[in-house]
């Protein structure tokens, strides 16, 4: 009359499927912040080596 105890094994594959889901939008998040960090450092580099060239004003 003595009772078991039933304990809970949690599935590593399981697990491993649910933080592969969520690494690609962080993923997407950073590249896209990159390449927009990017895009403006090079525009303010021409825009200001273009200005010392030029001489615009």
């Given at each position: 009359m003595s009772k078991k105890k039933k304990t809970?094994?949690?599935n590593t594959?399981?697990?491993q499927k649910v933080f592969e889901q969520q690494?690609?939008?962080?993923?997407?998040?950073?590249?896209?912040g990159?390449?927009?960090?990017?895009?403006?450092?090079?525009?303010?580099?021409?825009?200001v080596l273009s200005d010392k060239v030029f001489h615009l004003s």
């Open positions: 809970k094994k949690s594959k399981n697990v690494k690609p939008d962080k993923n997407n998040t950073l590249i896209f990159g390449i927009l960090l990017a895009m403006t450092s090079i525009g303010l580099l021409i825009f």
